[in-house]
């Protein structure tokens, strides 16, 4: 074999080498995403002029005056009734996004239940949106468990999550929270779980009037 034909040879077993690890590489990185599709959730929620400023804790608020609609939100719910988000308007609604399927969103649960049954009577609504879910068994099965109170619309192809305006959320992040004024405009979210004092948090600001302005990160 002429030296030509051997370099030729090693040039083709080392361009080999290089795709297999492009591949192997690409391939991790799929699986990564596809892992943290249920995860604590983060800080981003993609583009869009939404206004949001993000503190250090991971909430992000919007100024009154600069807070985009929320979307009609309405439909079935998980136990088969309906719900639609528009007949809250003048309350406080406080929507969370989770699924069954999803263990933040089960280390979440008990929270939400719990703050709900603490500000209903000031004005505030719960609404969940339940996604993923293939069928409502089980996230009937979930509501059940820990004891969830207030309705869940059924989404399972994420729809409703598509209708708010890009960059409000992510619909990778699962759980995700968003509180809605008493003027019906997105006015803080969250792309993580929440603890029950965390939520509190995020909450008491609107309570009062159902605004509050957004503050820089220090």
């Known amino acids: 074999m002429s030296a030509a034909s ?3 040879l090693r040039s083709n077993r080392t361009a080999a080498r290089v795709r297999r690890r492009a591949a192997l590489t690409t391939g991790a990185a799929v699986a990564a995403l596809l892992v943290s599709a249920c995860s604590s959730g983060g800080t981003s929620g993609g583009g869009g002029q939404t206004g949001f400023i993000t503190g250090s804790d991971g909430i992000s608020t919007a100024k009154e005056g600069e807070r985009a609609d929320a979307p009609e939100l309405s439909g079935k719910t998980v136990d088969g009734g309906q719900v639609d988000v528009a007949d809250y308007k003048g309350k406080i609604v406080v929507i969370n996004v989770w699924g069954s399927w999803c263990p933040p969103c089960r280390a979440e649960a008990k929270n939400f239940e719990k703050v709900y049954q603490d500000v209903k009577d000031q004005g505030v609504q719960f609404i969940g949106i339940n996604t993923r879910d293939t069928s409502p068994g089980p996230a009937r099965a979930f509501e059940k468990e820990f004891g969830v109170s207030y309705p869940s619309l059924y989404d399972p192809a994420g729809r409703l999550m598509l209708r708010f305006e890009k960059g409000t959320l992510n ?8 509180i809605i004024d008493r003027d019906g405009k997105v006015a803080a979210r969250t792309l993580q779980a929440l603890s029950e ?3 509190h948090a995020m909450l008491a600001p609107y309570l009062a009037d159902g605004s509050a302005d957004a503050k820089p990160e220090k």
């Not at 619909?171 to 968003?178: C, F, G, H, K, N």
């Open 6 to 8: 051997r370099a030729f």
């Open 197 to 199: 004092e965390k939520l």
């Open 171 to 178: 619909p990778q992040a699962v759980p995700s929270t968003l």
